[in-house]
């Protein structure tokens, strides 16, 4: 952990266009504070490179307030860099050493092809979402507190999984670059809750097979994700997400 | 119309078949072990003859053979399968990763593990099972039963067979470390009260098996059993 300014080099992956072929690139960084965010060192990084007429490095971010989902980059080796349970905004300089190299990449997957340097098309779980991960009535007006009796553990462990921002790093670091974290919270959110339940085992079918079709990969169980995860989204929702699929396909009589 | 439609080929499909063949074969070694075990009684092989005896004529045994082998090859097979579509599902590798951050080396390595006892397997089922069902063992013990015991010692007067033996059993124990509870995740059963009694439980099976396998062919080697 550095208190004082640092001198870094970066190898940052530069890639044209989805078609062309990318590769590392070294950046030199010099007087660094610690106290900015890791995003803000691109902007630093990107500020001189536009200095120097060059094409600044395309990053995805958003609210850079570690809520949104949208910053990615997998830091040395992982994704959103060293810490746990925070997002690569949320990650600051101080994580660092002065002389330290940082390789940073964009998530890689098959379902997550590279649009431009560190930013993927990460639509492919928007399409998940659409397969199912909804539900098909108008809920109205919020109700009167006790007109829908939920256990208090139930709802925490609704709530757990909607914590999920959606931001892919489950899928980054898994070897397999399986999905199975975050379609699971995404399903889990809607199964423990009573508007949920209409379509509960239409929609986990729905939603795993639009997850195959995508091309991730199958889960092996590392646990990966789970640690990775910035939300600390649990591996308890894959193996409910696996519950309701098994009954969804072995027991219920309705298919899709 | 309701049917199963893509139980099986689907991800969670292929992992339930991995999960139930693992479980299945979980389930065998603890037979195999305590059956095989029974050459430390150190008898010259009387009691184990006994068993193997038994395992060889039961009709029983013999349809649950058949099963066994079905059961084996659709765990291999699958696992290849799930091993090349997961590598398939990221074409550009990452140029740095740091898989320790965030979980066991074993748990990524279970393809590797698997072809290692994959190669171990061919060779342990020429050793034994070829001769016990098709060359013939060639003497029979003081009970007349085939002696299988001799062919153990036999075989175990290599040292390389010895020594693949036990690496095998090495990566037996890490294959099951991950396998076991890695399994029942797969059959949805996390649960506060038990996964910690499972995980535990899978900690001491995978230790137990493979000392216990490994044990046999070092203490014949050694002398330790005659």
Request: proline residues 3%; aromatic residues 10%; hydrophobic residues 45%.
């Amino acid at each position: 952990m550095s208190t004082e300014n640092m001198n870094l080099t970066l190898k940052v992956w530069r890639q044209k266009d989805h078609k062309a072929k990318g590769n590392l690139v070294d950046y030199k960084l010099s007087d660094i504070s610690p106290d900015m965010s890791f995003l803000e060192m691109f902007d630093v990084l990107n500020e001189g490179l536009v200095d120097k007429g060059e094409e600044p490095v395309v990053f995805d971010h958003d609210c850079r307030e570690g809520i949104c989902g949208a910053c990615s980059m997998f830091i040395n080796g992982q994704p959103h860099g060293p810490l746990q349970g925070v997002t690569t905004c949320q990650l600051h300089m101080r994580s660092f050493k002065d002389g330290d190299t940082i390789v940073v990449e964009p998530w890689r997957a098959q379902a997550f092809p590279v649009v431009k340097d560190l930013m993927v098309d990460r639509s492919a779980f928007d399409r998940v979402i659409a397969a199912g991960g909804f539900i098909s009535v108008n809920t109205g007006n919020a109700q009167d507190a006790n007109s829908l009796p939920i256990p208090k553990v139930q709802a925490d462990s609704a709530f757990e999984a909607a914590a999920c921002i959606g931001c892919g790093a489950c899928v980054a670091t898994c070897k397999n670059a399986s999905a199975m974290l975050f379609v699971s919270a995404k399903i889990s959110q809607l199964a423990q809750l009573p508007q949920g339940q209409p379509e509960r085992y239409r929609r986990v079918q729905s939603m795993v097979a639009q997850m195959d079709a995508e091309g991730f990969g199958n889960c092996t169980n590392t646990g990966a994700c789970e640690a990775e995860c910035p939300k600390g989204i649990s591996l308890e929702n894959i193996a409910r997400m696996n519950r309701d699929f098994y009954s969804a396909k072995f027991v219920s009589e309705e298919s899709i | 119309m309701a049917s199963f439609g893509n139980a099986f080929s689907s991800s969670i499909g292929k992992k339930l078949i991995m999960g139930i063949t693992g479980l299945f074969l979980i389930l065998f070694l603890i037979v195999h072990c305590f059956i095989n075990a029974l050459i430390f009684f150190n008898d010259g092989g009387l009691t184990f003859n006994i068993g193997a005896h038994f395992m060889a004529s039961n009709w029983l045994i013999r349809a649950g053979e058949i099963v066994l082998f079905v059961g084996l090859i659709a765990h291999i097979v699958q696992g290849a399968r799930l091993t090349f579509q997961n590598q398939a599902a990221r074409p550009v590798k990452y140029a740095v990763t740091n898989g320790k951050a965030n979980s066991k080396w074993y748990s990524r390595s279970m393809g590797l593990l698997g072809t290692l006892l994959l190669i171990f397997l061919i060779v342990h089922l020429s050793n034994f099972w070829v001769v016990s069902r098709f060359t013939g063992i060639p003497t029979v013990d003081a009970n007349g039963h085939e002696d299988l015991y001799a062919v153990m010692k036999e075989t175990f007067k290599e040292l390389w067979i010895v020594v693949l033996y036990t690496l095998a059993m090495i990566s037996l124990a890490y294959h099951l470390l991950h396998g076991f509870a890695s399994a029942f995740q797969t059959l949805g059963w996390n649960h506060k009260k038990y996964s910690p009694i499972i995980k535990a439980l899978g900690v001491w099976y995978s230790i137990i098996i493979a000392l216990l396998f490994a044990a046999m062919p070092i203490a014949m080697y050694a002398g330790i059993i005659n």
